[in-house]
């Protein structure tokens, strides 16, 4: 497999098509989200692979008239990409294949490594679609606001600030693009970030939501008030919102649900050990 230069990505274009639901792939295809990327040819490719450096997101795509693509993903995923991901400190890949007929295929291919089957689902929500008032949740003590997430307060020495920062930066690599294109809610209690959501990606008028919930107010009802403030600048731009989770993330398929999103897809994922990891499907940043 032949890795591209970020000027020869667009060869790809028309292999990954079939991932428009991840919106981090049209992101990778217009050079805004990190990744790297392998054809089996330069010229006309049959097989094409893009590892999504953020969430560790593997979309392995195949002409399905050619007969050992298959095979051939499956080398490249054994000989190359796993050690390569190991040795960067990935635990584990979520492999999504195009055809879906590949997963069963490869999945046959790799006996003997640790490999088990997830389930992602995708939520979505048109402009057009109504979505819930939500009240705001209450503390016992004073001090919690949700506030919009603007230069000034992303700058300021708030506790989990750090994380927060950080997953802005990996996700859009341009902190002034982020806050002249994207969105993002935090309810900050006193001097600490409790909770935020945020526009990882928006790309053609579309935008895919992540929220998190820090240690000590999580069960409070705060990522849902923070996911109801994105989702509502969102519908004012008239963006479709996406979102998605594990299916057995319980919390995050809650929360999707409560802000108005509507389950739209599941699709099933190959999860690969790069060497004997021990981690689950929780290490996604998913929803």
Request: hydrophobic share 45%; with cysteine.
């Amino acid at each position: 497999m032949l890795e591209l230069a970020k000027d020869e990505v667009y060869k790809i274009n028309g292999l990954l098509e079939t991932f428009a639901h991840q919106l981090v792939v049209p992101a990778i295809l217009a050079g805004r989200a990190p990744a790297r990327c392998w054809v089996d040819a330069l010229d006309a490719p049959s097989i094409a692979v893009a590892w999504d450096l953020v969430n560790g997101l593997v979309f392995c795509a195949g002409a399905p008239e050619v007969d050992d693509t298959a095979k051939r993903l499956g080398s490249f995923l054994l000989s190359e990409l796993l050690p390569l991901a190991h040795s960067k400190g990935y635990p584990r890949l979520y492999v999504e294949f195009a055809p879906a007929s590949l997963l069963e295929q490869v999945e046959r291919g790799l006996a003997g490594r640790e490999v088990s089957r997830e389930s992602l689902l995708f939520y979505a929500l048109a402009p057009e679609d109504t979505a819930p008032d939500l009240p705001a949740p209450t503390l016992a003590d004073e001090g919690l606001a949700r506030v919009r997430l603007t230069p000034d307060l992303v700058s300021l020495d708030l506790a989990n600030m750090d994380e927060l920062r950080m997953c802005i930066d990996a996700c859009w690599r341009d902190r002034a693009r982020y806050f002249q294109e994207g969105i993002g809610y935090a309810a900050v209690h006193s001097d600490i970030v409790a909770s935020w959501c945020s526009t990882d990606y928006v790309l053609g008028g579309q935008a895919d939501l992540y929220v998190e919930t820090f240690a000590g107010y999580k069960g409070r009802g705060l990522a849902t008030w923070v996911a109801a403030g994105c989702v509502e600048a969102c519908r004012s731009k008239g963006w479709p919102t996406h979102w998605h989770c594990w299916s057995n993330n319980a919390g995050s398929r809650r929360v999707a649900e409560k802000v108005g999103l509507r389950l739209v897809q599941e699709t099933p994922i190959l999860s690969l050990g790069t060497q004997g990891g021990a981690s689950t499907s929780q290490d996604l940043r998913a929803g």
